[in-house]
């Protein structure tokens, strides 16, 4: 017996890195898949994003842990495509009952007012959409779940240092805070949960990538991640310079399963103690 059997789990930007661990760990405490992502790179955002074949490799990894995955190439930016996806999931898997709005970019560097608009595009608007998309398949008990940052708690983010998109994608994870915060409130009249996920640096392609390494190590013209290893532990209490996916999903699952059944409206900081420079015992900021 899973924690999650008979429930099914949409999970956005899914082909790889924190929303391939998502569907993984829910998988395997018994939960169906729809796995979504845009596998496509966005011209703003210089790493490179998930692929199709990445996909596919969620799907076979779902799988492997004996559920049913839907696996589908979506973007959300786009309300009517990303419904379209989520509806025919919910067809083929008989139901909806947790929605992960994972997917994220982080445009960096010189990208002008556009890298701005992508940002928050996808990680403001996009968690908006996955969440207008799946609300009317929601019932009873049902548990909505976002990715926030540490980003979006703490004072001075999106300066000039990280650029038009950095400040986007801060922006939009100060605005998803308070969403979700707000979403809560009105779902929770209806026995549906919403709570946010702060996690700091993760260790994902977003993390180790070259604008990211230049934003921690801007003396260097070209750092690479043993570079980076130690610039990285400076924003943590804790002495790390990351978090692993499988600790963010360990949270996820905790949201998504029955152990949190009156846990709603929270701001989830998984950070190792990243934000508390910047918050107290009684206010987010």
Same mark, same amino acid.
């Given at each position: 017996m899973g924690k999650l059997d008979g429930k099914v789990a949409v999970i956005t930007g899914a082909a790889r890195g924190q929303g391939r661990s998502h569907a993984v760990t829910l998988a395997a405490e018994g939960a169906d898949i729809i796995a979504l992502d845009l596998c496509a790179d966005i011209a703003t955002n210089e790493y490179p994003l998930a692929t199709e074949a990445d996909l596919e490799e969620?799907?076979?990894?779902?799988?492997?842990?004996? &559920?049913?995955?839907? $696996?589908?190439? %979506?973007?959300? &930016?786009?309300?009517? $495509?990303?419904? %379209?996806?989520?509806?025919?999931?919910?067809?083929?898997?008989?139901?909806?009952?947790?929605?992960?709005?994972?997917?994220?970019?982080?445009?960096?560097g010189e990208v002008g007012a556009q890298g701005f608009i992508d940002a928050v595009d996808v990680d403001l608007a996009g968690v908006l959409n996955t969440v207008s998309a799946s609300y009317r398949h929601l019932t009873e008990g049902a548990s909505i779940i976002a990715t926030g940052s540490v980003a979006g708690l703490m004072k001075g983010s999106g300066t000039d240092i990280l650029g038009p998109g950095g400040f986007g994608y801060s922006h939009s994870k100060r605005a998803l805070a308070n969403y979700i915060h707000d979403l809560a409130i009105v779902a929770g009249r209806e026995s549906i949960r919403a709570n946010c996920i702060h996690p700091t640096n993760c260790n994902t392609d977003m993390l180790h990538s070259a604008p990211m390494y230049r934003v921690f190590r801007p003396d260097l013209e070209t750092p690479g991640r043993e570079d980076t290893y130690e610039a990285f532990k400076t924003g943590q209490e804790m002495p790390v310079p990351w978090v692993e996916p499988s600790d963010i999903s360990a949270m996820v699952l905790f949201l998504a399963s029955e152990d949190s059944r009156y846990v709603t409206g929270m701001q989830m900081k998984v950070d190792a103690g990243a934000a508390l420079k910047n918050t107290n015992a009684y206010s987010l900021r």
């Open positions: 969620t799907r076979l990894l779902v799988e492997k842990e004996g &559920r049913r995955c839907v $696996a589908e190439v %979506a973007d959300v &930016r786009s309300a009517d $495509a990303l419904r %379209a996806a989520i509806d025919r999931g919910v067809q083929q898997l008989g139901g909806l009952h947790i929605v992960v709005a994972n997917a994220g970019i982080c445009p960096l």
